[in-house]
């Protein structure tokens, strides 16, 4: 009988590893966690506030499973709480932002557009490209030509179609479900990120502990 009411109380949580949020909205436990508990309490865990977001927040807010394990035992009494996966969830609260003016927009594309223009351009003239293709273009024809069209519109069409499979998209559209180098590169940034931010976090609440 007492091993069916340990059974009866057994929960199990996984944190998430990272969720978006709005300005003074309220956290529940569904939000930042999967869980897994019997009919009867499960409501009630899904509906525990586990924080509100405030001013004082700024735009990261990490919650601890050790604070929600201390939650979840004030509300139901004698619960084994089981916990799987991270130990954090890094809560990014959504600030308002400033439209970008039109004009910025322009500028900025210009900028990024002229300036891989140059670094593909100096890139070419730092391998000798041109050279390369005239000396191809001799050593296949026995004719010197200056401008080798037939392997520059080529070369320069293939060098775009390099770029968008690279990158595996084309404007919004992505070509297939495989990950881009540049993605994953991102992603690894991002769990970084969120390590050094997680790790940030703890010394300085551990510090705000010592003071008190």
Not at 169 to 195: A, G
Request: proline content about 3%; cysteine-free.
């Amino acid at each position: 009988m007492w091993g069916v009411n340990v059974l009866e109380k057994t929960i199990y949580i996984r944190m998430r590893n990272r969720v978006l949020a709005k300005q003074e909205e309220s956290i529940y436990l569904d939000d930042i966690a999967q869980i897994i508990a019997p009919e009867t309490i499960i409501s009630r865990l899904k509906k525990l506030k586990v924080h509100q977001i405030s001013i004082n927040d700024r735009n990261i807010v990490i919650i601890d499973v050790m604070k929600v394990i201390r939650l979840i035992s004030n509300l139901i009494e004698n619960a084994d709480v089981q916990t799987i996966g991270p130990a954090q969830t890094i809560i990014e609260v959504i600030l308002k932002k400033k439209q970008m003016s039109v004009p910025f927009f322009i500028l900025i594309w210009f900028l990024l557009f002229f300036g891989s223009a140059m670094a593909i351009m100096n890139f070419h003239d730092d391998v000798s490209m041109r050279s390369v293709q005239e000396k191809l273009y001799k050593i296949i024809t026995g004719v010197e030509d200056s401008k080798p069209w037939i392997f520059q519109i080529p070369y320069s069409i293939g060098l775009g179609l390099g770029m968008i499979l690279f990158f595996n998209h084309v404007f919004q559209k992505r070509i297939n479900e495989e990950p881009s180098p540049l993605e994953v590169e991102m992603f690894n940034y991002q769990m970084d990120l969120d390590n050094y931010v997680i790790i940030h976090e703890n010394k300085e609440s551990m510090k705000r502990t010592n003071d008190d």
